[in-house]
């Protein structure tokens, strides 16, 4: 049985290279994600965040828009968007920059990429759980104390 989180999570993924969106989407559905968006340009991305994405993968080098031009208009619109950086880059600075600016995670495009999605949407649904369990209210917590 999917989770409730999984099933309701909105996942947009912006990359200009067709082949890699189309990899990463499908093998997001294989673990169960249903609502998945491809967008090639950052852009479209951004008109389409009054859809409410919960996660947004998002490629650094694309024309138009950089990816770290569109994770601060991200952030700027929804903070609790959750945008994983996936670049072809390894460097270090690009990383700080884009973690800086908010991303949640920022992955290297590569042999292990498809798996570094999988711990991250799975990082992702445990702070969303942890974020969703209720609070206990003012009384039962006097209850608790006294019991």
């Known amino acids: 049985m999917k989770s409730d989180i999984i099933k309701t999570t909105m996942i947009f993924i912006v990359d200009d290279d067709q082949l890699t969106s189309n990899i990463y989407a499908q093998h997001l559905k294989n673990l169960g994600y249903v609502d998945v968006s491809i967008f090639d340009n950052g852009q479209d991305c951004l008109n389409a965040l009054i859809e409410e994405p919960t996660v947004i993968l998002l490629d650094h080098y694309m024309k138009n828009l950089t990816g770290m031009e569109v994770l601060q208009k991200v952030k700027r619109f929804d903070p609790n968007i959750y945008v994983v950086f996936i ?14 600016f908010g991303a949640f995670d920022y992955i290297i495009k590569g042999q292990d990429d498809i798996r570094s999605i999988e ?29």
């Open 87 to 100: 670049s072809g880059q390894e460097d270090i600075s690009t990383a700080v920059e884009a973690l800086k």
């Open 119 to 147: 711990k991250v949407m799975i990082k992702i649904k445990n702070v969303n759980e942890m974020l969703n369990q209720k609070e206990p209210s003012f009384f039962q917590k006097i209850i608790s104390l006294v019991v």
